[in-house]
């Protein structure tokens, strides 16, 4: 159980992410030794004014970073994406081909697969985002434990999996939503094509193909 391969179709430079490991979130460990050998400091893309950027960052051709955005490598940002105004990338950062980081959104530590997009108001802190993830406007995957000490543990079909990482957010499958406000607590695992309602604070283990709905009461009165 949580083998990538459970999660996401990989193909390309993003196999090499996943290879080797047992728990899909062992990539996480990998990423810091793969962006040693693949985020050469090297602009292809747009890069239009006051962007700044720091250490060692590949940005590939056909991706435009607009004003005001801040990289700190080590960072690989795939084709064709858009980095949008008021953007932090700080730092063990892989963002495949034909992604969105978006306005006021903070990624770090984190993998983003080709097609996932954070696109508004969102923080994404040790998480692995699938192909075509969509997070909603104020997403938030929390990744550190309120007032514990001791790793992230996830909790599925009956067994408590140690994933021994002090941090770790979220992993999300290909082609699954978050709508908006949501909150992904830390170790929050879903499945491919999950629909997460807006509003609704979850974590662990979601299978594929699931909805997750918060239903509040409310109560409509005439004003007197």
């Known amino acids: ?27 996480l460990l990998k990423l810091e030794s793969f962006l040693k050998e693949y985020a050469k ?9 006051g962007v700044f950027i720091e250490g060692a960052v590949f940005i590939d051709e056909g991706t435009v970073v607009e004003p005001f955005v801040y990289i700190k490598g080590p960072v690989y940002i795939g084709k064709n994406c858009e980095i949008r105004q008021g953007a932090y990338i700080r730092g063990n950062v892989f963002i495949g081909d034909n992604c969105v980081v978006g306005h006021t959104t903070e990624v770090k530590n984190s993998i983003l697969l080709s097609g996932a997009k954070a696109p508004h108001f969102n923080y994404v802190g040790d998480s692995i ?7 909603g406007a104020g997403t938030k995957i929390s990744n550190l434990k ?6 992230v543990k996830v909790k599925a079909n009956g067994e408590i999996y140690d994933t021994g990482l002090r941090k770790l957010g979220a992993i999300i499958g290909d082609d699954s939503e978050t ?11 879903l499945g491919k094509k999950v629909l997460v ?28």
Request: proline share 7%; net charge negative.
């Open 179 to 189: 709508g908006c406000n949501s909150v992904l607590n830390p170790g929050t695992i």
């Open 1 to 27: 159980m949580f083998e990538p391969e459970e999660f996401f179709e990989l193909s390309g430079l993003e196999v090499n992410l996943f290879e080797g490991i047992t728990y899909v979130w062992e990539a």
């Open 41 to 49: 400091p090297e602009i292809r893309g747009m890069i239009k004014g």
């Open 197 to 224: 309602y807006p509003n609704v604070s979850i974590r662990g283990y979601v299978p594929s193909n699931s909805i997750v709905k918060f239903k509040p009461v409310l109560e409509v009165t005439d004003i007197k």
């Open 129 to 135: 985002l699938g192909h075509n993830v969509n997070l």
């Open 146 to 151: 309120i007032g514990l000490t001791g790793s």
